[in-house]
């Protein structure tokens, strides 16, 4: 148990005195007016961005700098028309990006919405109310029952009830009395104290899992993808538009063309229609799964859930119900269990807040029992006693006293019985919180019997696990709970393996290695998460407290329960608003699912990028002249680019197991791809030049063309890992490719922004594309085998 855990486990009786500087009356309103200068109010600070900002960034990124570059060179050229198209697909794609992009700050506005609103404090020797923002170090506060903890502070009398469970993940609340500590956010479940505050905002407990908040960040796979992406094909292209650049120089071609010819292949380079088809998938993935219960709040947390190979899990109220229950009653000889929860419920507060005596009395009303002696008076619970007790009157007119509570202060008031004290043991050793019952005579009473509560697992925990387990996902218990509470859940929702020793979380930790974090405060958790990160995992966290908040913050896809704090939700990227977990198996197949589409659009828009450019390289030699022009390129990005983001609607085969992005192997796969489509048009633009005669502006419509036609045989080669007939296409891409073929012909055949061809030259380049997409499909899957694109 941690030391924050055994201190509030503890409740000494006698009372404490103030600290230094603090007298009885509490402080001076002008020392209090002097500490809130110093230390600031009582609350989070506001670090939310500025909307512009916000806007203004989404033009601050790889892509949107390309496009803003190819801006430029079409005005200094005064093709302000190709400039305005280009400058319209650059907005297309920021305000995409910024409508759907998370609200990262929720977070910290829920933070500070858990604070208690107003606190009662002791000021110039009196009570008043006054806004928790007030409070200072030293005040002197008054704790109630329902009421909220508004900031650290030291009990000096009284006692309560605490529930710490969104703080400290402890399934269990504690009793508190003089001199123990508690924090901002706990809430009095029961009694009432007097305690001085010992810390503030930001230097609460409370405060620094804020910052933990604020601070954590992990940069999604989804941005990494991009921004590998665009280095490898700027590298890549910028090195063939340079070789090209001096070709067309030491060839004396006119300055014009040469610019002409750049700005064609810094367009032909560019994926620009990338990150918005990224952030398409991911919308309409966020949208399948909100129809399954499972909220999104940030989409690169759709892509995430198809590449988590680890799922860290906390314990109570994710994977139990956070409802106390009675898991055992074990009767002493001559007693039944019905009747040692009957009498256990006479000695419970009916229709309090206190958890242990709901469940008693709701375990009691399913086992009735028609001899029970009736109630006369009832004592509540008393923490310095650690029992309650009743006294009731049997069917003879005799009086009984029953007595419930902790084992070692019932022992005390019944007759010794060293069979009980072994019972008591090995319940307590299994975890389980346990509660003596005593009753008999005032004088003479005896034990009968013991009731072993717990916080049950939740029905759907263990199919969760399994199912995770055949999709390889490793799961891990990760617990704010007692080592021994958090191995008994574990083995009942199959979760087999070592739990971790107490102590500082080792620095070399893999998930493999224990099956159960116990005794973890949120900093841990926090930690545990960068930890298997560093070692190259994709980390799933769920959780439903303030205490999980920085590690579903930090994780790449945080999953907050349905049940969960409203810190919880903002931070997570995952919302369960139905009861259950079913809602994670579900969020990681549609996630497998929209990966499989992004992957298909990334396959197609890396090949074609690079076949472009290679095309206007190899044109440039063969014919002497740019085989594209600049307009031809925005048409391409228009026809081929956008139009192909129907592609995020396809059908797919999602993957078995968890997927990565393995831009190594995405680009191998795409470069040799790429090949056999470059193989094509080229050999389309040799029949036009050797065969056809055709003039200049002739092959360059009949480049553009077999680009088009030959990108839409490559998609239908490629979307599915086997042969094309295994999967019916969607209604959406058969539109989107009727769409762009009628498009790139209807312009070619009429001679539109282009020079015109004969509808006999384009049937023969249709059938080609045709011929060509068969034969790719066959070349395709040893290659996706060879490179384990699945």
């Keep these: 148990m941690s030391a924050d855990k055994a201190a509030l486990a503890t409740a000494p009786s006698a009372p404490a005195k103030p600290g230094p500087g603090t007298s009885s009356n509490g402080l001076t309103s002008d020392e209090a007016k002097s500490r809130l200068q110093k230390d600031g109010p009582n609350a989070m600070p506001d670090t939310s961005a500025h909307p512009l900002r ?201 300055w014009s063309e040469i610019v002409s010819l750049l700005l064609t292949s810094v367009l032909a380079a560019i994926p620009v229609a990338l990150p918005a088809t990224f952030t398409l998938a991911t919308a309409l993935g966020a949208r399948a799964l909100a129809k399954l219960g499972v909220l999104p709040t940030r989409l690169s947390a759709v892509d995430e859930a198809a590449t988590i190979d680890v799922l860290c899990s906390d314990k109570t109220g994710t994977l139990t119900r956070n409802e106390l229950s009675v898991t055992s009653i074990r009767p002493m000889p001559g007693f039944d269990e019905a009747h040692v929860l009957g009498l256990a419920a006479l000695a419970s507060s009916d ?112 199919s969760l696990i399994s199912e995770l387990k055949t999709l390889g996902v490793r799961t891990v218990m990760v617990t704010g709970d007692a080592p021994a509470t958090a191995a008994i859940v574990a083995h009942a929702v199959g979760l087999e393996g070592a739990v971790c020793p107490p102590g500082p979380i080792p620095k070399d930790v893999k998930p493999q290695d224990f099956a159960v974090f116990a005794s973890i405060l949120p900093e841990g958790k926090y930690d545990l998460v960068k930890a298997f990160q560093k070692d190259g995992h994709t980390v799933g966290m769920c959780g439903d407290g303030a205490n999980d908040a920085p590690a579903l913050r930090q994780a790449q896809i945080g999953i907050a329960v349905s049940t969960a704090t409203d810190v919880a939700k903002s931070a997570a990227g995952v919302v369960l608003t139905e009861a259950g977990l079913g809602g994670i198996v579900a969020a990681v197949k549609e996630g497998r699912i929209t990966f499989q589409r992004i992957l298909t659009y990334t396959l197609n828009s890396v090949l074609k990028k690079i076949v472009q450019v290679l095309l206007l390289a190899i044109g440039l030699v063969m014919t002497g002249h740019a085989v594209l022009t600049p307009m031809l390129m925005v048409i391409v990005m228009i026809t081929g680019d956008f139009l192909a983001m129907s592609l995020t609607t396809d059908r797919v085969r999602p993957s078995t197991m968890p997927n990565s992005w393995q831009i190594g192997r995405i680009t191998s796969a795409s470069a040799i791809v790429g090949g056999c489509f470059l193989a094509f048009c080229v050999a389309v633009l040799a029949v036009g030049k050797f065969e056809l005669r055709l003039g200049i502006a002739a092959l360059q419509t009949l480049s553009v063309v077999a680009i088009v036609y030959g990108c839409q045989a490559t998609i239908y080669a490629i979307r599915e890992r086997r042969h094309l007939w295994g999967l019916r296409p969607t209604i959406w891409l058969v539109s989107s490719s009727a769409a762009d073929i009628l498009i790139i012909s209807t312009l070619a055949l009429r001679g539109i922004a282009m020079a015109p061809l004969p509808i006999s030259v384009l049937a023969c380049e249709f059938a080609a594309a045709v011929v060509f997409g068969l034969i790719l499909d066959g070349l395709k899957i040893p290659i996706f085998a060879r490179l384990k694109i699945a």
Excluded at 371 to 385: C, G, I, M, N
Excluded at 401 to 422: D, M, N
Excluded at 434 to 456: E, K, N, R
């Design 54 to 254: 916000n806007a203004l960034s989404k033009f601050w990124a790889p892509v949107p700098w390309l496009l803003e570059a190819a801006i430029a060179l079409q005005l200094m050229l005064h093709k302000d028309l190709e400039a305005a198209v280009i400058a319209g697909l650059l907005v297309f794609n920021a305000a995409l990006a910024y409508f759907q992009e998370s609200r990262a700050q929720a977070t910290l506005t829920a933070l500070k919405s858990r604070l208690a609103l107003n606190a009662s404090v002791r000021r110039d020797g009196a009570w008043k109310t006054v806004p928790a923002a007030e409070l200072v170090r030293g005040d002197l506060v008054k704790l109630s029952l329902g009421g909220v903890v508004a900031a650290d502070v030291h009990l000096i009398d009284g006692s309560v009830l605490l529930d710490q469970s969104m703080l400290t993940g402890e399934s269990l609340p504690k009793e508190a009395g003089a001199g123990v500590d508690t924090y901002a956010g706990a809430l009095v479940r029961r009694g009432e104290a007097t305690a001085e505050v010992t810390a503030t905002g930001v230097h609460t407990k409370f405060g620094r899992t804020a910052e933990l908040v604020r601070t954590a960040h992990v940069v999604s796979s989804q941005q990494k993808a991009v921004l590998k992406i665009v280095r490898n094909l700027a590298i890549f292209n910028g090195v063939v538009i340079l070789l090209i650049g001096a070709y067309a120089y030491f060839h004396s071609l006119p």
């Design 351 to 462: 229709g309090g807040q206190d958890s242990v005596d709901v469940a008693i009395r709701s375990a009691s009303s399913k086992k009735p029992v028609a001899d029970l002696p009736k109630l006369t008076k009832f004592v509540p619970f008393d923490p310095a006693k650690k029992t309650s007790e009743a006294t009731a009157t049997d069917a003879k007119g005799g009086e009984q006293r029953i007595v419930k509570g902790a084992f070692s202060a019932v022992t005390g008031l019944a007759a010794p019985s060293p069979a009980a004290s072994g019972i008591a043991d090995e319940l307590e050793k299994q975890g389980f919180r346990v509660l003596a019952v005593a009753a008999g005579a005032p004088t003479s009473m005896q034990i009968v019997g013991f009731i072993a509560l717990s916080d049950p697992p939740r029905a759907e925990s263990t």
